[in-house]
């Protein structure tokens, strides 16, 4: 979707037409699509406005940490946090991405109880 993005857009500047749109709208079309179970539709969005080094906001950036996790895994979401931000073992509730770390943590906390539910389920024989 990136290249396709990128695609539309030289071909209507070739035609003269101006393309606009606001990171606020591209983000918001990648949560509608988020919410309709389109992940990896949302994540090319992120990934698109992250190849153009557009800058996210602290709840932007969760969200994009999110995203990854659904489609990529929290390890991947982990590493691009890690990324964007080295300092993540230092953070604290004033750090400016604190948001998108609390959404990390809150991922890792689901990631376990699930691991843990899944260890303590046994099929009956």
């Known amino acids: 979707?990136?290249?396709t993005l990128d695609f539309i857009i030289r071909e209507k500047e070739k035609k003269g037409v101006s393309i606009t749109q606001s990171q606020a709208d591209?983000?918001?079309?990648?949560?509608?699509?988020?919410?309709?179970?389109?992940?990896?539709?949302a994540l090319e969005i992120f990934q698109w406005m992250d190849k153009k080094k557009m800058s996210f906001s602290p709840s932007q950036l969760a969200v994009f940490l999110n995203i990854i996790a659904k489609t990529r895994g929290l390890d991947a979401a982990e590493a691009y946090f890690k990324k964007i931000d080295?300092?993540?073992?230092?953070?604290?509730?004033?750090?400016?991405?604190?948001?998108?770390y609390?959404?990390?943590?809150?991922?890792?906390?689901?990631?376990?109880?699930?691991?843990?539910?899944?260890s303590c389920w046994s099929p009956s024989q």
């Open 1 to 3: 979707m990136g290249e």
């Open 102 to 118: 609390v959404t990390l943590l809150l991922l890792k906390r689901e990631s376990k109880k699930n691991l843990a539910k899944a």
């Open 26 to 41: 591209l983000v918001s079309a990648a949560e509608q699509l988020d919410k309709e179970g389109k992940h990896e539709y």
């Open 86 to 100: 080295p300092n993540i073992d230092r953070m604290d509730t004033r750090s400016k991405n604190w948001p998108a």
